[in-house]
């Protein structure tokens, strides 16, 4: 079926109303269902929901949409994974026998690989949850009752114990008829130089690592004897088909709701800060999973909340770690406070000997981000603070926050406000020209023929049997017009969704409110008939006179004469 076809059959099997039931409490009101927003904190019920349009709409935030607009938003997926869970649940199949053709041979075998590595991540999880209730993780148990983990968290997180033994998981995998190599690619096994398997994680408390669409992707390992200095205390997996270090957030999948109800995150640095925080009411709590915070993971996290708390060590390594975050927030727009806990303490021993409440009055104590970046700027050098200040305003992406930025930074920190709003302007100004510039690159690029037909594609989606009864789908060019001719052929109206941000571009230029109406398509159709015939045309031309110049060489007079003959009537054509 394809994707576009899909949309409907979901949309017709499943109800709107049935699936936000599962996460709202709907009351009829009239013609609508009504309920708080999910989406905001309120008491007001401006949530609502129409079953017979089969959209929901909040009158707080404006939140609106389909099925799948609700659906990936609740949930923190994205378009495609929306589709894929409710066509599972509604019984859809979205193979699309063109799209299948296209695919090949190898991207099969990826995706297949890919289904078994998901399928060995399911499965080494059950391992190591049946090892945790074994005699070999008594010891395990007993650290997790130590360190005040009740079973439900245990449970809701899905830890787990990886033994002792050299080859616990490599066997069970091996008994389950997994392909080794595959487990070795994975990550799960490591291999020796003789080629010999061996489990990659032992002796440690697993976290498992999930992704958005609640699938288990990697795994971050803790040493349960702090005393052990000769092993590092964390391990995590490597990169692999299935994760790429740097671009996940651990306790994401699990947060998610409650990031989107409390409207704001808590982000802190290790796997047992995010468990403490969540067994102390504090579900909205995610981690960085070892590693500084990335671009990826604050792009990741803008997706749920525009406002961040972040939680670090009152070390110099903590205040740095701090000081990069909060940059990297500000950058992207996003609001954020920093509190920095007393020196020798993490969240985990600040919340069991100080408390809940005494860990509040810290959080409302905390400065807001750009504060705390002032404050850390004021102890630098005067040419390292106008440094990062310029590289700062230079990397700022809305630029209504730049007015308030350059005033707070130039009151603070005694520099020109004048000269930071003219150096701002100017790049302001070189940004605008470069991005001109990079389109126009891209038209010549994709040439103004494949230009013509994907905006009569993107403008009338449902005519593409039109279009390739003109044959112009063999007649696109550019990498770039064939994967936005893909998407339109697999997703139709739908497409949008599923577009980069040069493809939204281009389609909102093609249909937005500066565009024509579309309201011609037989006429704009007409005018692309006869660009595809002057095209074939010339290109004919061209063939005949290569011909005729290859010929000449070889003295076959009478074949001229014929090559001849067919650049004339080309010309007549053309003329």
């Not at 349960?224 to 671009?247: C, F, M, Q, R, V």
């Not at 697999?490 to 599923?498: I, K, L, Q």
Request: charged share 30%; proline share 3%.
């Amino acid at each position: 079926m394809q994707s576009k076809d899909a949309v409907n059959a979901i949309k017709d099997r499943l109800k709107i109303v049935d699936i936000v039931r599962r996460y709202v409490d709907l009351k009829r009101n009239g013609p609508r269902w009504m309920a708080p927003c999910p989406f905001h904190q309120e008491t007001k019920p401006s949530f609502s929901v129409n079953e017979e349009q089969g959209m929901f709409y909040c009158f707080g935030c404006q939140a609106s949409g389909d099925i799948f607009d609700f659906y990936g938003r609740i949930n923190g997926l994205t378009f495609r994974e929306s589709l894929e869970q409710l066509a599972l649940e509604a019984g859809v199949s979205l193979d699309s026998p063109r799209r299948n053709e296209r695919a090949g041979g190898k991207e099969q075998k990826t995706r297949s690989n890919r289904q078994q590595m998901l399928r060995m991540y399911a499965f080494a999880t059950e391992h190591f949850s049946k090892m945790l209730q074994s005699d070999d993780g008594a010891e395990c148990r007993a650290y997790i009752e130590k360190r005040g983990l009740e079973n439900e968290l245990v449970r809701f997180f899905r830890l787990g114990w990886a033994g002792r033994a050299w080859d616990s998981l490599a066997n069970a995998l091996h008994r389950a008829n997994f392909d080794a190599n595959l487990a070795v690619e994975a990550g799960l096994l490591g291999q020796s130089e003789k080629g010999r398997r061996y489990d990659r994680f032992r002796c440690r408390l697993i976290f498992p690592i999930l992704s958005l669409s609640n699938q288990i992707i990697a795994f971050g390992g803790r040493i349960i004897n702090d005393e052990n200095k000769e092993e590092a205390k964390y391990i995590n997996s490597a990169d692999t088909p299935l994760y790429t270090k740097g671009e996940h957030l651990f306790g994401l999948a699990q947060a998610r709701r409650g990031i989107t109800t409390k409207g704001h995150a808590l982000l802190t640095e290790g796997y047992m800060d995010v468990l403490t925080l969540h067994q102390f009411g504090y579900e909205n709590a995610v981690g960085v999973l070892g590693t500084a915070l990335t671009q990826a993971q604050v792009k990741r996290l803008s997706g749920f909340a525009s406002q961040v708390t972040l939680l670090f060590d009152g070390d110099r390594a903590g205040r740095k770690a701090a000081f990069r975050a909060c940059e990297m927030l500000l950058i992207r727009g996003m609001a954020c406070t920093v509190v920095l806990l007393p020196d020798g303490k993490d969240i985990d021993d600040f919340l069991r000997n100080d408390g809940p409440e005494a860990f509040e009055n810290l959080k409302a104590a905390a400065p807001e981000g750009l504060r705390f970046c002032i404050d850390v700027l004021k102890v630098l050098a005067p040419r390292e603070t106008i440094e990062w200040t310029r590289n700062f305003l230079r990397q700022v992406e809305l630029p209504e926050l730049l007015s308030p930025y350059i005033s707070q930074l130039a009151t603070h920190l005694q520099l020109s406000e004048t000269v930071l709003r003219e150096g701002a302007a100017a790049r302001n100004r070189q940004n605008r020209d470069d991005r001109h510039k990079a389109r126009t690159n891209t038209l010549t690029r994709q040439n103004m023929r494949d230009h013509q037909i994907m905006m009569y594609a993107v403008r009338y989606p449902n005519r593409l049997a039109d279009l390739r009864a003109l044959g112009v789908d063999m007649a696109l060019q550019s990498p770039v017009a064939r994967q936005l001719w893909d998407k339109i052929e697999e997703y139709g109206e739908e497409a949008v969704r599923s577009l980069d941000e040069r493809e939204t571009d281009f389609w909102f230029n093609c249909r937005g409110a500066q565009a024509a109406p579309r309201d011609n398509g037989d006429n704009e159709l007409n005018h692309l008939r006869n660009a595809m015939e002057n095209h074939y045309v010339l290109e004919q031309k061209s063939s005949v006179s290569a011909a005729l110049r290859e010929n000449s060489a070889t003295g076959d007079f009478e074949t001229d004469l014929d090559y001849l003959r067919a650049l004339q009537e080309t010309l007549e054509k053309k003329g």
